[in-house]
């Protein structure tokens, strides 16, 4: 089945540090989306992507949509200690929504 | 005013038991969905329902039964719990048309010994 390569695994970043990280797809999409999961809950949309090099914001975070409709990034400005968390992008279509492995941020404050 | 609610939150139980989850949406949504996430927290779809019909099946063993008794409810049945049955396990919901604006519960952390 499809797949979603999300990198980085793992990041440890100092507070007030900008964050950028990435999913990418052998397969084009129509939407991309990014969820965040906090420790014990479950995951919570941050950003919906509906449209090839849509860029939005949600606060400190910006996600865009990538030209070639095969990926997507997710940055995150000026960190701060509720950042922590795993962050996943997903795809949907007509298709179940596939998840990417996740990416986990963690912040030292 | 919890969107979507499951119990139990924790399930401890012995190889061989059958357990249920519970799951509860307060959003008016008409599908909802089980996800399992396994120890590296890989999160993959078992089952989707919409309007109570069974829509999604993702090669999941038979030993597995969701029911849906209405729109607001989804339930996970588990018979003759295995080892490898232990993730956490999370509900979700949205509108048949906008799968991709799911909701999810909080989770429900299975450990089989």
């Known amino acids: 089945g499809q797949q979603l390569n999300q990198s980085p695994q793992s990041m440890f970043i100092q507070e007030g540090e900008d964050v950028s990280m990435n999913c990418t797809s052998s397969s084009i999409f129509n939407t991309w989306l990014w969820y965040k999961q906090d420790p014990g809950e479950g995951p919570v949309l941050l950003i919906a992507l509906y449209k090839a090099g849509e860029l939005t914001s949600n606060g400190r975070l910006t996600a865009q949509f990538g030209i070639t409709r095969k990926d997507s990034f997710l940055n995150i400005s000026a960190s701060i200690p509720s950042d922590v968390g795993i962050y996943f992008c997903?795809?949907?279509?007509?298709?179940?929504?596939?998840f990417g492995k996740g990416t986990r941020l963690s912040v030292i404050a | 005013d919890t969107a979507v609610s499951q119990t139990p939150k924790y399930l401890v139980t012995q190889m061989g038991n059958d357990k249920s989850i519970k799951c509860e949406q307060n959003?008016?949504?008409?599908?909802m969905y089980w996800y399992k996430q396994d120890s590296k927290k890989f999160l993959k779809i078992m089952f989707s329902?919409?309007?109570?019909?069974?829509?999604i099946n993702e090669t999941v063993p038979n030993r597995f039964s969701p029911k849906s008794p209405d729109k607001a409810h989804l339930n996970l049945h588990i018979n003759s719990l295995e080892l490898g049955d232990s993730a956490v396990y999370f509900c979700?919901?949205?509108?048949?048309?906008?799968?991709?604006?799911?909701?999810f519960g909080p989770g429900t952390r299975l450990t089989v010994l």
């Open positions: 329902y919409n309007n109570k019909e069974l829509i």
């Open positions: 997903a795809n949907s279509g007509n298709t179940p929504l596939v």
């Open positions: 979700a919901s949205s509108m048949w048309d906008r799968e991709d604006t799911q909701y």
């Open positions: 959003l008016g949504h008409d599908t």
